[in-house]
């Protein structure tokens, strides 16, 4: 029989070679697999969902997240967290003029992204003044909502305008009153860990099915006679609809998130819920996990003897957490007083047990 072996020391040699090599990890590539292989991973087989008609909203695919379906707003809240002010109106969504911007409660980075808007009828106002709202990726980067049927407005501030930067590149608006789609492939932007800018967003929109915006990118956040420069974020924020005065009605919005960002779905808990899983855990051979709350996130002090790394917790749930810089994860076992006995934390596809000390 073997002789338990101390896991920690392999723990952080794995944990040092993964941060020595993550910087040179490159994205898979088709050269990764040969032609045809059989073994190469299929995609996962989802219900595709059914398109939306004049009178009737579509089905959203099976693994998107539904932002609204008609029947309530609880995905939704004000910008100040509050009640959101909108009104569902025979299944349909409508801005109350002066109600404020309305927000998603789970936040969202690159993805896909489906809205059916309608301009109100018969149309008031002109330019900017006529059915305007607005869809603010990350809060942050709008695609511009407007009545842009007959209604002349600027070019970067028509229907389907990336605000301010980039006019779609024809206008394939509907007369108001009827029913107009979005379909958004968003990109978010990436900053390096001293905040400076590595890609900008990337912004593909389809009007009503036409090519309206092919990748488009943003030089920084939306701005009214501004062009601000890009100021680093986090990698998923809320998603927010615009209240500018007009009563845009909203039906059948759906996001599909994409690639990594899918799988780092973080939620945000309280920090009653966080402070019972801080201490100190013992994973033997003289190695430690220290647990600390410096701010909003725990954090994960990974020790051994001359050796310590640090790494904010993210929530998957309340006793589930991710490191987002590498692929570790950490699972508390808790007690009915909400604190912990145990966590068991996944480095390299190895599972370590640290028990908590007193
Ligand atoms: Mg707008």
Redesign the pocket.
Known sequence: MHAARPCLPRLVATLSLLIVLLPSVRAASVFDWRQHDWERPRPKAIDPGTSSTPDKPGKAPSDAVVLFDGSSLAGWVSLDGGEPKWVIRDGVLECAKGSGYIRTVQAFGDCQLHVEWAAPTPPEGTSQGRG???VFLMGLY?V???DSHENRTYADGQAAAL?GQHPPLVNASRPPGQWQTYDIVFTRPRFDEQGQLLSPARVTVLHNGVLVQHESELVGPTGWLERAPYRAHENKLPLSL?D?GNPVRYRNLWIRELGRDAQDQEITLRTQDLDPLVGRYDAGGGASLTITRPGALLHAAIAYPGKSMSFPLHARSKDAFFIRSFDGQLTFQRRPDGTADEVIFRIGGEDRRGKRQP
């Open positions: 305007n709202s607005g709008e511009q909502v407007l605000y615009q500018h």
